[in-house]
C-alpha cells in the first residue's frame, strides 16, 4: 500500500504557523507541499517531504483567482494571515487547498492520499496499519470528520484512490473551481463546496466518519484518532500559542 500526505502553504503562513508542521513531521509517507514559489531553508533530515510549485503546476489557479477578484470580495488574496472579513464567502483565499490536493491525486501511483492542513503538528509517528485500521479502512472510499450540524472539518481528508467513485468525486471537486461552479453554492468555502460534491458525487458509497461523537463542533479533533499521532492548531489561538489549547 502506498500513502502520502499533502499540504501547502507560502512564506507568511510558513513563518507564522507551519514552521511547525516542517520540523515534527516523522510519518514514514511521502508528503508533498505545494508552494508559492518559496520553500524554508530547513536543516531537519526529511527524505519525504517533496515540494512543488502550486502555481508551476497548477496554471488553472492563477487563472481562477484572477477570473474572479471582483466576485470574491471577501478575499483574503494577498491581505493579512489572520481573515478579518467572512469566510464563508472568501473563496480565494481557500482555493489553494483544492488544487493542490486535486493536481497530486488526479496524476498519482498512491493509494492512499491523506490531504492535511498546514497548522497540524506531529506527536509521534505511525505505521500503514494503524493508517488503514484508524483512518481509513480498505472498504471505505473517504474518511473525513463529519458534523451533521454544520459543514464537514476538512483539515484532515483521506482519500482511497483505488476506489473509482474517489476518483470521480475528487475530478469534480476540481471542476468546481475550473468552471466556477462553486459559485452556485450557498456559501464559497472549501469545506462547504467539498460538502456539496461529496454528497452529490458519492451518494451511496461508504465513507469513514473519523469522529462520530463530537463534543464541541469548533473543535472535533481531541475526538478523532488522529488526536493520538498529531495536534490540529486550528484557529488563532492556538496557532499562535503554537500548542493545543482545549
Same mark, same amino acid.
Given at each position: 500500500? $502506498?500513502?502520502a500526505? %499533502?499540504?501547502?502553504f507560502? =512564506? =507568511?503562513l510558513?513563518?507564522?504557523?507551519?514552521?511547525?508542521?516542517?520540523?515534527?513531521?516523522?510519518?514514514?509517507?511521502?508528503?508533498?507541499?505545494?508552494?508559492?514559489? *518559496?520553500? /524554508?531553508?530547513?536543516?531537519?533530515?526529511? /527524505?519525504?517531504?517533496?515540494?512543488?510549485?502550486?502555481?508551476?503546476t @497548477? /496554471?488553472?489557479?492563477k487563472?481562477?483567482?484572477h477570473?474572479?477578484?471582483?466576485? @470574491?470580495?471577501?478575499?483574503?488574496?494577498d491581505?493579512?494571515i489572520?481573515?478579518?472579513?467572512d469566510?464563508k464567502m472568501?473563496?480565494i483565499?481557500?482555493?489553494? =487547498?483544492?488544487?493542490? +490536493?486535486?493536481?497530486?491525486?488526479?496524476?498519482?501511483?498512491?493509494?492512499?492520499?491523506? *490531504?492535511?492542513?498546514?497548522?497540524?503538528v506531529?506527536? $509521534?509517528?505511525?505505521?500503514e496499519?494503524?493508517?488503514?485500521? &484508524?483512518?481509513?479502512?480498505?472498504?471505505?472510499?473517504?474518511?473525513?470528520?463529519?458534523? /451533521?450540524?454544520?459543514?464537514?472539518?476538512?483539515?484532515?481528508?483521506?482519500?482511497?484512490?483505488? &476506489?473509482?467513485?474517489? $476518483?470521480?468525486?475528487?475530478?469534480?471537486?476540481?471542476?468546481?473551481?475550473? =468552471?466556477d461552479?462553486?459559485?452556485?453554492?450557498?456559501?464559497?468555502h472549501?469545506?462547504? %463546496?467539498?460538502?456539496?460534491?461529496?454528497?452529490k *458525487?458519492?451518494i451511496?458509497?461508504p465513507?469513514?466518519?473519523?469522529?462520530?461523537?463530537?463534543?464541541?463542533?469548533?473543535?472535533? *479533533?481531541?475526538?478523532?484518532?488522529?488526536?493520538?499521532?498529531?495536534?490540529?492548531?486550528k484557529?488563532? +489561538?492556538?496557532?499562535?500559542?503554537?500548542v493545543?489549547? $482545549?
Amino acid at each position: 500500500m $502506498k500513502i502520502a500526505l %499533502v499540504t501547502t502553504f507560502n =512564506k =507568511k503562513l510558513y513563518e507564522y504557523y507551519a514552521h511547525r508542521f516542517i520540523a515534527t513531521y516523522c510519518w514514514p509517507f511521502d508528503c508533498y507541499i505545494y508552494h508559492e514559489g *518559496w520553500t /524554508p531553508k530547513i536543516q531537519y533530515d526529511l /527524505p519525504h517531504i517533496k515540494y512543488r510549485d502550486i502555481n508551476e503546476t @497548477n /496554471p488553472e489557479l492563477k487563472a481562477f483567482i484572477h477570473r474572479n477578484l471582483s466576485r @470574491n470580495i471577501d478575499s483574503q488574496y494577498d491581505k493579512d494571515i489572520v481573515p478579518t472579513t467572512d469566510y464563508k464567502m472568501d473563496a480565494i483565499r481557500f482555493c489553494y =487547498k483544492i488544487f493542490a +490536493k486535486t493536481h497530486l491525486m488526479l496524476d498519482c501511483d498512491y493509494d492512499y492520499v491523506f *490531504w492535511v492542513d498546514a497548522d497540524i503538528v506531529f506527536k $509521534k509517528t505511525i505505521t500503514e496499519q494503524e493508517v488503514i485500521n &484508524k483512518f481509513l479502512p480498505q472498504d471505505q472510499s473517504i474518511s473525513f470528520i463529519d458534523r /451533521p450540524s454544520y459543514y464537514s472539518e476538512c483539515g484532515f481528508v483521506g482519500y482511497n484512490l483505488t &476506489k473509482p467513485a474517489t $476518483k470521480r468525486f475528487i475530478y469534480n471537486l476540481r471542476e468546481h473551481y475550473t =468552471k466556477d461552479l462553486l459559485f452556485q453554492e450557498r456559501e464559497w468555502h472549501d469545506s462547504y %463546496v467539498w460538502d456539496c460534491v461529496r454528497k452529490k *458525487w458519492l451518494i451511496g458509497e461508504p465513507q469513514y466518519n473519523l469522529a462520530p461523537t463530537i463534543r464541541k463542533v469548533g473543535n472535533p *479533533w481531541p475526538d478523532t484518532p488522529m488526536s493520538e499521532y498529531a495536534d490540529h492548531l486550528k484557529g488563532k +489561538k492556538r496557532k499562535d500559542a503554537g500548542v493545543m489549547l $482545549k
